[in-house]
């Protein structure tokens, strides 16, 4: 569903458009791009008030640099539905995170103004310097970089190993600190503190006006003035805020803190800055949620809410007569505390998640068992590894996608150490509009060839349940369970534990000709397949692996012995998943059976709706149908799909 854009933003179909306008204006520019992403996020859905708190600096930012020139960065990117409006996408924004519709992100491949590919947190001053450094290279002297980053990505490591990095350099980078106090849920820490006694330093901030006023014209003095009051502004920071600016500490030069949501403030702070040489940070305060009173008031329900009323803010939810079965992290979120209740060794870990993972249900009812360590995945793993080696049993919750950044961590940290730590691995496979970024596509791959670690996956609630009981009973080392987004298949889902035999897989249909090994929950399309193939007068057997590592040998023994056809299923990469697992198994105890691997294929999936993504990708029940009926009719002709 399309919107009419208000009077000022129906006339910006770029930047240039945007510098037309009078600065008294903005304000009113400011008031129409919120109203616009109101309408449009309320019936098409999407993530909301992180870009309803950017948007007077999203406007500044495009009227006062020379974007796309002007290279700006976004970190992580959910802010930035208003910088993509103001660049040529309005008339398309309809179409954001739907299937051929643009990225939910900022992407190099969708527009110029992209200058960098986000979706992760903590990427953007690392990316943008690099591009500033670039720039001098070149002898770009009049470019700029802007890297805006919140902060709860500002935790990040990543961050300040940039923050460091750029401090010695002489390039022309701003970093602009978009301070919300919040990420996904409320920031916790250190920085959280620190940042706030900024910003509630009433001396300080009177203070910080009139040395921003000095700055912006001495460099037209000379350097050696320069460089006095750089040392006079330093000297009287640190003692107004009675020790050392961090920022200033790694040679930045510090600007603010000023309000994010004074455009007029920003554009001129934004335009003094220009003329600034050197790395510089504008720490600007905001609201994430601002002009949406419900979103204000709670912004981690409103940062992605659905499909809502934007009159009432009723949140619109899909309604059933039948009984619904509960979303996979919801059912992780439950037993967590009771296996906690009845093991007093269980803590929780999440990377700034506990909303989305669903571990705030632990932190509410023992919250000094539970801990959200901030968006820091390494310290996560090798917290969680600390832990471990004083007899706790940590359930370390990290999205799919994310673990990819604590790679090392859990092979040098947790693994060499044969660590009892368990990772659950939340989002795993496609996950539907946030797309290619978020996508938990390689995690079997990249964890069933690390020595030590057991890697599983459930088929349903019941099999999360119980991998969850099985994984901290004693000694069973380093264990990944892996399941994906969204709701399960059984509404009754609370059943007593049961221990999984590790590597013990299960049979789920008995038949004849043709074998269906599934791993994890997409095995329920297997499910799908195997009746319509019966439909058919095919018959095949279908097997649960539930293990990727180890596998179970006795059963695969079983399955090549009796069938010359087989098709492997997995909602994870094709190249080192299970399907080459189990081709590894055939080649080396002899067997030669032909065999179909179904999955993720070698390619970027494009955002859409996972069902969308399973049938772009050739892994859903047609699929398995189609390429079942190839194998039983003599049609087979090659051994992978992708």
């Not at 800055?273 to 949620?289: D, F, R």
């Not at 506990?354 to 801990?371: V, W």
């Not at 950044?405 to 496979?429: E, S, T």
């Not at 221990?499 to 499910?527: D, H, M, P, W």
Request: proline share 4%; net charge negative; aromatic share 8%.
């Amino acid at each position: 569903m399309q919107f009419e854009a208000g009077e000022l933003l129906s006339k910006i179909n770029d930047p240039s458009d945007l510098k037309k306008l009078k600065e008294d204006q903005l304000e009113q520019l400011s008031q129409e791009l919120r109203q616009f992403i109101i309408d449009q996020v309320s019936v098409n859905g999407g993530h909301f008030a992180a870009s309803l708190g950017v948007v007077e600096l999203t406007v500044a930012l495009h009227y006062v640099m020379n974007t796309p020139y002007d290279q700006l960065i976004w970190d992580v990117g959910h802010q930035a539905y208003g910088h993509k409006i103001l660049t040529g996408r309005r008339e398309i924004f309809h179409t954001n995170r739907i299937e051929n519709g643009i990225s939910g992100f900022p992407n190099r491949f969708e527009s110029e103004y992209d200058a960098f590919g986000v979706g992760h947190s903590s990427t953007s001053i690392s990316a943008a310097l690099g591009m500033a450094v670039a720039s001098q290279i070149k002898g770009e002297k009049d470019r700029q970089h802007i890297a805006v980053i919140g902060d709860g990505a500002l935790t990040g490591g990543m961050s300040f190993e940039a923050l460091n990095h750029a401090g010695i350099s002489k390039s022309n980078l701003l970093v602009i600190l978009n301070d919300n106090c919040m990420s996904i849920d409320p920031n916790v820490g250190a920085l959280k503190e620190y940042l706030t006694s900024i910003t509630t330093s009433k001396r300080y901030n009177r203070f910080r006006d009139d040395i921003a006023a000095v700055l912006t014209k001495i460099s037209e003095v000379g350097p050696n003035a320069l460089g006095i009051v750089k040392k006079l502004e330093k000297s009287i920071k640190g003692t107004l805020l009675k020790n050392a600016n961090l920022f200033e500490s790694l040679n930045f030069r510090y600007f603010g803190p000023v309000d994010g949501h004074d455009v007029k403030k920003l554009a001129k702070t934004l335009e003094d800055l220009k003329h600034i040489p050197g790395p510089k940070l504008l720490h600007v305060v905001t609201m994430k949620g601002k002009g949406f009173a419900l979103a204000e008031k709670d912004q981690t329900k409103w940062h992605a809410p659905g499909l809502f009323d934007k009159i009432t803010g009723e949140i619109k939810k899909s309604s059933s007569e039948k009984p619904v079965a509960p979303k996979y992290q919801d059912v992780f979120g439950h037993t967590m505390v009771e296996l906690a209740e009845a093991n007093e060794k269980i803590v929780g870990i999440t990377p700034a998640m506990p909303s989305g993972s669903s571990m705030n249900i632990m932190m509410k009812a023992m919250p000094d068992r539970a801990f959200d360590v901030g968006i820091a995945e390494q310290h996560a793993v090798t917290f969680s590894a600390g832990l471990a080696t004083q007899g706790l049993l940590p359930f370390c919750n990290i999205y799919s996608s994310f673990m990819q950044r604590a790679y090392d961590q859990v092979v040098h940290d947790v693994a060499l150490q044969n660590l009892n730590v368990v990772f659950c691995l939340d989002r795993a496979g496609v996950v539907g509009a946030d797309g290619a970024t978020h996508h938990g596509a390689y995690d079997i791959a990249f964890m069933r060839c690390v020595p030590n670690m057991t890697v599983s996956a459930p088929m349903n609630e019941e099999e999360l349940r119980n991998l969850m009981y099985t994984a901290q009973l004693p000694n069973k080392g380093p264990f990944v369970i892996r399941y994906p987004r969204g709701n399960g298949v059984m509404p009754d889902w609370r059943r007593p534990f049961t221990e999984i035999e590790i590597g013990k897989g299960r049979v789920i249909t008995e038949g004849e000709e043709l074998a269906i090994l599934s791993f994890g929950a997409i095995g329920n399309e297997a499910v799908k397949a195997v009746q319509q193939l019966n439909e058919l007068g095919i018959h095949p057997a279908h097997y649960d692996l539930r293990f990727a590592k180890p596998l179970d040998e006795a059963l695969l023994h079983q399955v090549f012995k009796k069938f010359k056809k087989i098709i492997t299923v997995e909602d994870g990469c094709l190249q080192g998943g299970i399907g080459s697992a189990v081709l590894e198994f055939m080649a080396d105890h002899g067997y030669n059976s032909q065999i179909v691997r179904l999955g993720i294929p070698d390619r970027i999936v494009d955002h859409a709706e996972q069902n969308a993504q399973w049938r772009n990708s050739h892994y859903d029940a047609a699929a398995i149908v189609e390429e079942g009926k190839k194998m039983c009719d003599g049609k087979f002709t090659h051994t992978m799909v992708g």
